[in-house]
């Protein structure tokens, strides 16, 4: 109870806003952090999104006082049980407790009164007003009921970040502040809302060392004064520093709630990975010839909110024709990037050399990609990589439009073969070449994209998040298709943020780690533990030595 | 297609009827009996009426189709008219001749070198335009840039030749056709150059250039007469005449040129690369920068021919009106906009055409012939006007659906940005189960 002494005085500066009966402030709500009895539970909850299971019946439970850290790789089920939690998903099966009563949020407002908190990754606040101003968004106090008063917004937002023993002055325009006192505003303004649970998605993603302390520092804090909380990271070394228990998840399901005591981050990382895939396995491909793309000390600055950041730093490698080559890593991790500017894409200054064929090239558009036979499939199709409400065959065309032309008048036959070879090729299933591309499934409108650039006979092939969003059976469509281009001796590059199809794909593992390139596995030597062990920010600098 | 599906595709067309049977029925009669409205004289006065208009519709369109706009098209028409007549009427180096002369031989030259090179190009590209699909750059002799360069200054030698010899007298129709809109045309460029290099949005750009075009114009003029009027025969070229002669005694002279502009654009937009650019640009840019489509080019050629085609639509006012003024389209930019509207071109882009166009700049101006000739006030005329463009918009498909659903109490599915008209086949929940799935994929 030593907190409770330094949480006490906080309490001076209450005013009748915030902190009126404040779970947080521990001192007079009568309820012992140590009870140990669960104010949350979570039993057999499921959810599933269009017939893809995100959870099956995952219990979890979470104690007042508590730092609970929620683990598992991209897809694993973490957000979405999250989200279940804070309201945002309201249809799912299975039953919540609160204190003990079970209860069934029919939206966020709901889950915020009961005191229930989510911060999300990417942080809701609006960069133009004051931090205070933020903190008090949507439930000003008014003045005679019409004048919102400054004043009082800004007295109350001083004191409670006072009480979090936070530096920030409440007046400053939260554009101005950077992202990790942000995300201070942000737990402010959970607080300011009597949260009892307050629940932060990937907290530290962008923060630097120091501003991790300050908030580790402010989370030990509030836990000590009664608040459960729950937050999610990618980096094991602070799960290990900050979590009194931790939860993995695996596919939905949860493996693992243990205890920090006597775990190591070995026995996380081995929890988390040991996911399977049911699949073919490719002979491997004699590869042959002088490498098709070769990278060396690629960089890229790119202009952040604080100005120019590196977000790529000396990235090299050699790809041969008929060679796949996995990039992994954790999102954020660069691993896009790379993609971007090699396809001339990439938004920012880039330096470095990039051949073709043995040919430097210096690619500043995507259509000087193009021209030298690089192509991109993107990681988002429907923003960026498909006209959704053009046909297939303006899909499947639009690359071509200017190979097939004659002075500038379109080859409106050429163009249609071209997409009739192409949905025959791919055996892309639609009704015809002219079927809106929108009404596809997701499976086939990848093929489309796909198709779209093998039309334009490509040389390199860069693949973001293949099969994203689309189900098991177009899965294994897809990753025949990757196999056979590779077999027809075309250079593929393809990032996935899921660990069974990055080894299932790849002849090598380009891992990255926060912008920088920690290694590059060969095929026997990529098992998903080296990889998450080289992709985890924190851990790779301790291991990537031994790993070269 | 079922009558239903048919008669929704083409119900702007049945709009068009509508109008001019209303027009027929409510049209007063010569003391012989003719139908006023009908007549051959009333009609294609309509046409002569709306060419101005439609020519600078006929750009508006391009530039709206892929997702920009341009605010600058009436004071670019203005500040030509001003050039125009000012040529028309005056010898020496006047203000119109010293900014006219450099931009008709700058436009000119880039213009034939640009195309040089493209003949170059494609007759190189055109043979193995069937062998293989990747167009394998192979540096042939064409391709060089040194023939295109030499034809491109030659051309502006030329066209510098022809103009300055044309200063010291008046100038002619030609030379006047040929300067007005390259002066225009350029002030286009500044306007795509803004955009497309400069990063500015298209709103903000083309409104910088509407008051500054003002601006120009009305200094080109002087202070003092704002209107320069134009009198064939006395102050100018009787030739000028020509442009607002009946051809053949069957169209009028602007008509001819309204009609060939929407009948070559069209053309363009629906048989060209260019064209095809256009739509996948305002369909999604970044989709269509990510095909390797050059964006920044295809952006700065619609507002160059933007302003081209108000650079043409100056000299026909000239003609028309027998003057020129600064402000001579003030408010022609959103008549534009409102035609290109009820055309059923989407302001965001990527959907729409010349024909829905045409349909619309011909509304407009059959319903103020309409009105004239049941001699209503022009100001009810207005109000009509906003009508039509509230309405139609309301009547295009999807909009319509939207309503619909929401007086039955029927939820839609999130829509994205697509055409809710044409796909019927799409199932009611596709949408919202294929962005729920994607959530499975962001990041736990």
Redesign the interface.
Same mark, same amino acid.
């Given at each position: 109870m030593t907190m409770q002494a330094d949480v006490a005085p906080m309490h001076d500066a209450g005013n009748a806003l915030v902190g009126s009966n404040a779970a947080w402030s521990a001192g007079e709500s009568g309820r012992s952090p140590e009870t140990g009895s669960p104010i949350l539970e979570v039993s057999r909850v499921s959810k599933s999104?269009?017939g893809?299971a995100?959870l099956v019946d995952v219990d979890f439970d979470l104690r007042a006082g508590e730092v609970h850290a929620l683990v598992?790789?991209?897809?694993?089920?973490?957000?979405?049980l999250m989200k279940i939690l804070a309201g945002v998903h309201v249809d799912y099966d299975g039953v919540i407790r609160l204190a003990g009563a079970q209860v069934r949020f029919a939206g966020v407002q709901d889950a915020e009164r009961a005191g229930v908190a989510i911060i999300h990754?990417e942080l809701d606040l609006v960069p133009e007003l004051s931090a205070a101003d933020n903190i008090f968004l949507g439930r000003e106090p008014l003045i005679a009921g019409t004048i919102v008063d400054r004043r009082r917004i800004v007295r109350a937002a001083e004191a409670l970040l006072r009480r979090l023993g936070i530096a920030i002055d409440p007046q400053s325009r939260v554009a101005d502040l950077r992202v990790g006192e942000q995300q201070l505003v942000e737990i402010a303004k959970a607080l300011s809302l009597d949260a009892r649970i307050l629940m932060m998605?990937?907290p530290t993603s962008a923060l630097s060392t120091s501003e991790c302390e300050t908030l580790f520092k402010v989370v030990r804090q509030l836990a000590a004064a009664g608040v459960a909380i729950i937050f999610?990271s990618h980096r094991i070394d602070e799960v290990v520093a900050l979590a009194n228990r931790v939860t993995v998840?695996r596919d939905g399901r949860r493996v693992l709630t243990a205890p920090i005591e006597g775990l190591s981050s070995n026995a996380i990382i081995s929890a988390m990975v040991g996911r399977t895939l049911v699949s073919t396995h490719r002979e491997p491909v004699a590869v042959e010839g002088g490498p098709v793309l070769s990278v060396r000390n690629l960089a890229l600055d790119m202009v952040g909110p604080r100005g120019w950041r590196r977000v790529l730093h000396g990235v090299s490698f050699d790809l041969r024709r008929g060679e796949i080559l996995g990039i992994g890593g954790l999102?954020g991790s660069g691993r896009t990037e790379i993609l971007e500017s090699i396809?001339g894409?990439a938004r920012g200054w880039r330096t470095g050399e990039i051949a073709i064929d043995g040919e430097p090239v210096a690619i500043g558009?995507?259509?000087e990609?193009?021209?030298l036979?690089v192509a991109?499939v993107?990681e988002d199709r429907?923003?960026?990589?498909?006209?959704?409400?053009?046909t297939v065959r303006?899909n499947m065309a639009?690359?071509?439009?200017?190979?097939?032309?004659?002075?500038?008048? +379109? @080859?409106f036959a050429?163009e249609a073969a071209?997409a009739e070879d192409m949905v025959e090729r791919l055996s892309v299933r639609c009704?015809d070449v002219d079927?809106?591309v929108?009404?596809l499934?997701?499976g086939n409108q990848q093929k489309v994209v796909i198709g779209?650039w093998l039309?334009?006979?490509p040389r390199v092939l860069l693949l973001d998040?293949p099969t +994203? @969003?689309i189900d098991v059976g177009a899965k294994q469509e897809i990753y025949q298709l990757v196999f056979q281009l590779a077999a027809h001796g075309l250079g593929i590059v393809t990032v996935s943020?899921e660990m069974p199809e990055l080894l299932l794909l790849s002849d090598r593992v380009l891992v990255m780690c926060e912008g920088r390139q920690t290694a590059i596995l060969s095929r026997a030597e990529a098992t998903q533990e080296a990889i998450m062990r080289l992709a985890a920010p924190g851990l790779s600098e301790r291991t990537a030595g031994a790993a070269g | 297609m079922n009558p239903r599906r048919l008669f929704s595709r083409t119900k702007l067309y049945w709009g068009l009827a509508l109008i001019c049977l209303i027009g027929a029925l409510a049209s007063p009669h010569t003391s012989s009996g003719a139908n006023i409205f009908l007549s051959y004289q009333n009609l294609t006065d309509v046409l002569r009426q709306v060419s101005v208009t439609g020519l600078v519709a006929t750009g508006m369109t391009i530039v709206i189709l892929l997702g920009g706009i341009d605010l600058s098209v009436g004071s670019v028409m203005g500040c030509s008219s001003v050039i125009c007549a000012m040529l028309l009427t005056k010898s020496g180096w006047t203000p119109a001749a010293i900014m006219g002369a450099p931009a008709a031989t700058i436009s000119i030259a880039l213009a034939v070198g640009f195309l040089a090179q493209f003949v170059f190009n494609g007759l190189e590209r055109g043979r193995d335009v069937d062998a293989g699909r990747r167009r394998e750059i192979v540096l042939g002799p064409w391709r060089g840039y040194r023939i295109p360069v030499l034809l491109g200054l030659a051309a502006g030698a030329a066209v510098a030749a022809y103009v300055v010899s044309q200063v010291p007298a008046k100038f002619g129709v030609f030379a006047v056709l040929l300067v007005t809109p390259c002066f225009a045309l350029a002030l286009g460029a500044i306007n795509g150059a803004l955009i497309v290099q400069g990063g500015l949005q298209p709103f903000i750009a083309t409104l910088a250039m509407m008051v500054s075009a003002l601006g120009i114009g009305r200094l080109t003029g002087g202070q003092d007469f704002a209107v320069i009027p134009v009198y064939t025969g006395t102050n100018a070229t009787e030739a000028f005449e020509v442009l607002r002669s009946m051809v053949w005694g069957l169209i009028p002279m602007p008509s001819i040129f309204f009609l060939v502009t929407i009948v070559l654009f069209g053309a363009i937009l629906r048989f060209t690369t260019f064209g095809r650019y256009v739509y996948a640009i305002g369909g999604n840019v970044e989709a269509a920068k990510l095909s390797g489509v050059k964006v920044k080019q295809v952006q700065f050629a619609a507002y160059v021919i933007s302003g081209l085609l108000a650079g043409v639509a100056g000299v026909l006012f000239v003609a028309q009106y027998r003057q020129g003024k600064p402000d001579a389209g003030a408010g022609l930019e959103l008549d534009a906009i409102a035609a290109v509207v009820i055309g059923g071109t989407s302001l965001m882009g990527g959907r729409g055409g010349l024909a829905g166009t045409f349909v619309g700049v011909l509304i407009f101006g059959l319903l103020s012939d309409i009105l004239q000739l049941q001699n209503i006030d022009s100001n009810v005329q207005l109000l009509m006007k906003g009508l039509i463009i509230v309405g139609t918009v309301l009547v295009q498909e999807q909009n319509l659906g939207q309503l619909l659903a929401r007086w039955r109490g029927v939820p839609l599915a999130p829509q994205p940005a697509l055409p809710g008209s044409v796909e019927a086949a799409r199932p009611p929940n596709a949408a919202k189960a294929s962005t729920v799935r994607e959530d499975i994929h962001e990041k736990t």
């Open positions: 999104f269009g893809i995100a598992g790789e991209n897809g694993a089920g973490k957000s979405t990754q998605d990937e999610t998840l999102l396809f894409a558009s995507p259509a990609a193009c021209r036979g991109l993107t429907k923003a960026r990589g498909l006209l959704l409400a053009s303006d639009l690359p071509s439009v200017g190979a097939l032309s004659r002075f500038g008048v +379109r @080859g050429r071209l009704n079927q809106i929108s009404t499934s997701g779209k039309a334009t006979e998040e +994203r @969003g943020s | -």
